[in-house]
């Protein structure tokens, strides 16, 4: 590109980072932004008790997060595929989603009692398996001062194609949904749910050297997914024999994902069609590619998130495939 391009790419950032503002319902936590409902239960994860054998899957959204969840619950519960028939919300606890459902989901209407998180993890015996998008910086306390050893499989995905699939999951909020150019501006001025990208991804990948975190990319599950459950089976002190190997690939393949009930959250959506929440077409898994931004955001836009990442992401040795 350019240098006069991208002069004026950098300009056209410093703009929007200064024209758009918060959404009234969202509060700034740690310089992340996040519904205001989180401010109630920011102290509670704090303070919150974790345990050494607890298993953690954290992503930015839409960077791969219930694939990894599914495979990263099989490989732990010894390929358990009985077991995997239970829906992933139920295997796994959201750390923060009541905040996130209280705000945007009418559960009286749709009659969906939202549990609170941390009584239920409180509760669980067996061993735990915890979600959450939040960044290094607001997980609870006894994980970031080291004094728990709970695994935690970060997921990272090429931030073009983030911001495209987050804008389709914004669908299933009702609240949320805009046109592709509003939400966009939101998404690179670092104004939009879980913003800003950069420092939630980087916040785990400068802790890459402790030994109970480990990165993945989107990238490497799409191109070599046997390395990838390889990798995580060594970190998890467990193994898959190549028998084992093949049905896991079916069971993790795409369209398998896609069609799994227990995974791609069609119980929820068929719930939001039947009350007329749902605002367009949605799928939790569309495409599964590598490199899909192209198909879908302008030359201007692409070129924006490119100055944008090399801001963000000058000298920090994190490559994605695009």
Not at 73 to 86: C, E, I, M, S, V
Not at 243 to 263: I, P, T, W, Y
Not at 294 to 299: Q, R, S, V
Request: proline share 4%; glycine share 4%; net charge positive.
């Amino acid at each position: 590109m350019p240098v006069e391009s991208a002069t004026d790419y950098r300009k056209r950032l410093y703009e929007l980072k200064n024209e758009i503002k918060l959404d009234d319902y969202y509060g700034t936590f740690k310089g992340t932004v996040l519904i205001d409902n989180f401010r109630k239960e920011q102290p509670r994860i704090e303070k919150f008790e974790c345990r050494d054998n607890d298993v953690w899957v954290t992503s930015f959204p839409k960077s791969g997060t219930t694939w990894a969840q599914e495979m990263v619950w099989l490989l732990a519960n010894n390929l358990d595929y009985n077991g995997a028939k239970d829906s992933l919300e139920n295997r796994y606890t959201f750390l923060e989603g009541v905040a996130l459902a209280g705000a945007y989901f009418k559960t009286k209407l749709l009659k969906l009692p939202i549990p609170d998180p941390i009584s239920k993890l409180k509760k669980t015996k067996k061993r735990r398996f915890i979600k959450s998008h939040l960044p290094w910086d607001l997980l609870p306390a006894q994980i970031r001062e080291g004094n728990r050893k709970s695994k935690i499989i970060h997921v990272v995905r090429n931030p073009k194609d983030v911001c495209v699939s987050f804008y389709h999951h914004t669908k299933i909020f009702p609240n949320l949904y805009v046109s592709m150019e509003e939400y966009f501006d939101k998404f690179i001025s670092d104004k939009f749910l879980y913003s800003p990208y950069w420092n939630g991804v980087l916040s785990y990948w400068n802790k890459r050297h402790l030994p109970n975190v480990l990165i993945i990319r989107y990238e490497d599950m799409v191109n070599d997914l046997p390395s990838i459950i390889h990798q995580i089976a060594d970190f998890l002190d467990t193994s898959v024999n190549e028998e084992d190997m093949g049905r896991l690939l079916h069971h993790l393949s795409f369209d398998q994902m896609k069609n799994n009930k227990a995974v791609n959250l069609e119980q929820v959506t068929d719930l939001l069609k039947k009350h007329g929440m749902l605002k367009a077409q949605y799928s939790l898994m569309r495409k599964g590619k590598v490199g899909s931004y192209k198909e879908e955001l302008t030359e201007e836009m692409i070129s924006l998130l490119e100055v944008w990442s090399e801001i963000n992401n000058k000298d920090t040795g994190l490559v994605f495939d695009t």
